[in-house]
């Protein structure tokens, strides 16, 4: 039986004797829920649908007009001990299904109450859409009609020979992007390019309306109506969209979720298509708009459309199939009902209210509603930057939208909740109390707690002294003369290279050289009118014999300067070839090394205006192992050009490189290097080379000062203001 604190309740008197009564109009279904029966109240109309569980059913089926509200709640009391709804409850049903338009009752001034409350929703609605810019929706037309008719057409498609046909199209277009994936990565620079966007926007409208005829069809093929249809602002951008929502009511979840999947199982088949278009046809206007067209279906996809953590088709795939209608709304509920019970105060109250059914379920809520909020951040705010990157105005638009529908809107309402909301009967106090300590608290972490800065540049290790040892003349390896791995001094032999036709083309040229001599002498007494041309021949002979003494000399490979020899794999490769300027092996100076690092421009502002309190350094591969910085030195001026390619993207680095440059060194932006001494007992012999991180650190502020700084840091590096 219903519990005395909600078994009376004092509006009672208000409707009791009040005769309301379903809507003609208004449909019922039966719906499982999570293993629960529930009925679902349908208004074909204004597209609307309420969940009654069964004991709260049995209250509004029996409300017929012909009695009055306390007769219908006494003898539901009297059937269903255990389980009728209480005043409390029964009021708070009945003032949501008004809301709803889904009652009528016998009072004369009902109809204009209707009206009024239809232009209340319609004012809620235009103030959601202004709040909502960004995503606000406007009618247009009624597509059911030409649905019905087009359906017996694509009916063959939602087959098992139309699930064969996109599969076999979308693996050729996967292997079409592929095959040419350089070229498909480095087009994707110019996406946002001025002169690509008609064709970009073009190529959106297309996957969009072609996306939504794919949630249309597939809820009409299931016996849905399709009565809504029009555009969509998304980020200011005009899209179409349909409403789909008459697949909700459906029993079974696998066709709600179909009709939920179909318009991205539309948008990767289309993408198939334009990829083999792509990958067949040459540079022109068909080409540019069927890689537009890929990439419009890949990216919003992946991060709108099948993303369960936004209000696009995979929340509701997902919804449907763990059977959590209004997933969104029950997650904002959950951490509510939260804020009430523990932080106000309000147990009774805020325990009858739980949205959940178990804790795991709570749990879940509140993780999924987090996860949502901290998603729709880090989306919605790249995208702000990257539009406010190439158009400022429209970017400045955007955020100021954004915050008044994220901050202001919501400080207004939570406002107009502490002070007026009945809820805080009783608690309001400890209600304003809380959130006041809360703002406060915030504020103070923000504006006046100092934290932590720092800043990770990557780079890698160089020796000071690095040499890497080649063959100056082709020849076969004879020996090693210094095991590798030993300390030599600067000119200590190295490896012996062995070259027999060097020899016989030395022994020539020493007999060439003779021979000239002998005829030059001979001239000189004899025939002097030959002595100038044989005096050129036996010139160029003798630079010839000494060229190749020089090249025999050189096949015993020298140290030049004093370091560790490395070079692997040497023992064993007797007999082994190395051609002239072939690399043998490194020497590498242990005795000092440093760390090379590319510092981005925003991070090289507190290299020059703050002291660095510590700088430290961390090699892949060796996390547990911090090398203090013994010293900092910037190079003056800004560079370009990497110091070896592994530190950009062509060679698994995180450094932005042109995709143009074949060396993979040119950087997409200009940087600085900071080159950081490492301790003299650094192995570097074993480090040269490899890759880490430099960690600066700099004295702690407040964190609205770094964020102040990094956003004048943004504004100037995009804009140059």
């Known amino acids: 039986m219903p519990g005395a604190e909600g078994t009376f309740h004092e509006s009672w008197y208000r409707i009791s004797g009040r005769r309301v009564s379903l809507r003609p109009h208004v449909r019922l279904t039966r719906r499982m829920f999570r293993g629960e029966r529930w009925h679902v109240l349908h208004d074909p109309f204004g597209g609307q649908f309420f969940r ?52 009528q009752s016998d009072e004369p001034a009902d109809s204009a109450r209707l009206f009024e409350r239809q232009r209340k929703r319609r004012r809620q609605e235009i103030g959601s859409r202004l709040l909502n810019i960004m995503f606000a929706r406007f009618h247009l037309l009624d597509p059911d009609r030409f649905l019905a008719r087009a359906l017996p057409v694509v009916r063959p498609l939602f087959g098992p020979a139309g699930l064969a046909l996109w599969t076999i199209v979308l693996l050729l277009g996967v292997k079409s992007v592929a095959d040419r994936a350089p070229e498909f990565l480095e087009q994707s620079q110019g996406a946002l390019a001025p002169g690509n966007l008609p064709l970009l926007y073009l190529a959106l409208v297309i996957v969009k309306a072609l996306h939504e005829f794919g949630h249309a069809f597939l809820c009409r093929h299931f016996g849905g109506e399709v009565h809504d249809m029009g555009v969509m602002l998304l980020i200011f951008t005009p899209l179409p969209y349909v409403n789909a929502t008459s697949a909700w009511a459906f029993r079974e979840r696998w066709k709600r979720a179909l009709v939920g999947a179909g318009g991205m199982m539309i948008e990767l088949f289309v993408a198939a298509l334009a990829a083999l278009v792509w990958g067949a046809v040459g540079p022109g206007a068909l080409r540019a708009l069927s890689y537009n067209m890929i990439l419009v279906a890949s990216v919003s996809t992946v991060i709108f459309n099948a993303n369960p953590l936004l209000r696009y088709d995979g929340y509701y795939i997902l919804s449907d199939l763990l059977d959590v209608p209004n997933l969104h709304a029950r997650a904002s ?85 502490i002070a007026t909301s009945p809820r805080l009967h009783g608690a309001r106090p400890r209600a304003a109390a809380v959130v006041l300590a809360a703002a406060a608290g915030a504020a103070l972490a923000v504006g006046a707690i100092p934290f932590r800065v720092t800043a990770r540049a990557p780079g890698m290790v160089r020796a000071r002294d690095f040499t890497v040892v080649a063959a100056e ?98 023992e064993g490769a007797r007999g082994q070839w190395f051609a002239r300027g072939a690399p043998i092996g490194a020497l590498v100076d242990t005795r000092a090394a440093f760390f090379d690092a590319i ?10 205006a703050r002291p660095v309190r510590r700088a430290s350094v961390r090699l892949r591969g060796q996390a547990a192992l911090d090398l203090p910085a013994v010293r900092l030195d910037i190079v003056p001026g800004e560079q370009t050009l990497l110091p070896s390619p592994a530190l950009g993207w062509a060679g698994g680095g995180e450094v932005a490189v042109d995709l143009r440059d074949g060396q993979g060194r040119r950087t997409v932006e200009p940087f600085f290097e900071v080159r950081a001494a490492l301790p003299p007992d650094a192995p570097a012999a074993l480090w040269h080379g490899r890759t880490g991180r430099l960690r600066l650190e700099y004295a702690p502020e407040p964190l609205i000062r770094q964020w102040l700084r990094k956003l004048r840091q943004l504004v100037q590096q995009r804009y140059q203001l």
């Open 52 to 103: 009654l569980r069964p004991a709260a059913y049995e209250f509004v089926a029996r409300l017929s007009g012909d009695r009055t509200v306390d007769e219908v709640w006494k003898e539901c009391l009297r059937r269903f001990p255990d389980d009728a709804p209480g005043q409390a409850e029964a009021v708070e049903l009945l003032s949501q299904l008004f809301q709803a338009n889904l009652i």
């Open 333 to 417: 509920r959950i951490w509510l009902h939260l804020v009430e019970r523990h932080a106000f105060g309000m147990r009774e109250t805020a325990a009858v209210e739980n949205p959940a059914g178990s804790r795991r379920e709570a749990v879940g809520l509140a993780v999924f509603g987090a996860l949502a909020a901290v998603y729709r951040v880090i989306v919605f705010g790249g995208i702000l930057l990257v539009v406010g990157r190439r158009f400022l105005l429209i970017g400045v638009a955007m955020a100021a939208v954004c915050a008044a529908a994220w901050v202001i809107a919501p400080l207004v309402k939570l406002a107009r909740y």
């Open 473 to 570: 003349t082709a020849g076969a390896l004879a020996e090693a003369l210094a095991p590798p791995g030993a300390w030599v001094e600067a000119g200590a032999p190295l490896v012996r290279l062995e070259a027999p036709e060097l020899d016989f083309a030395l022994a020539a040229a020493r007999a060439q050289e003779a021979e000239l001599e002998a005829r030059w002498r001979e001239a000189v007494g004899a025939k002097p009118v030959n002595l100038q041309p044989l005096q050129s021949a036996y010139d160029a002979a003798r630079a010839r014999r000494a060229d190749l003494e020089e090249r025999r000399a050189a096949l015993v490979v020298r140290a030049r300067h004093a370091g560790r020899w490395s070079a692997p794999g040497l």
């Open 599 to 608: 510092v981005s421009q925003s991070d090289a502002v507190g290299l020059f």
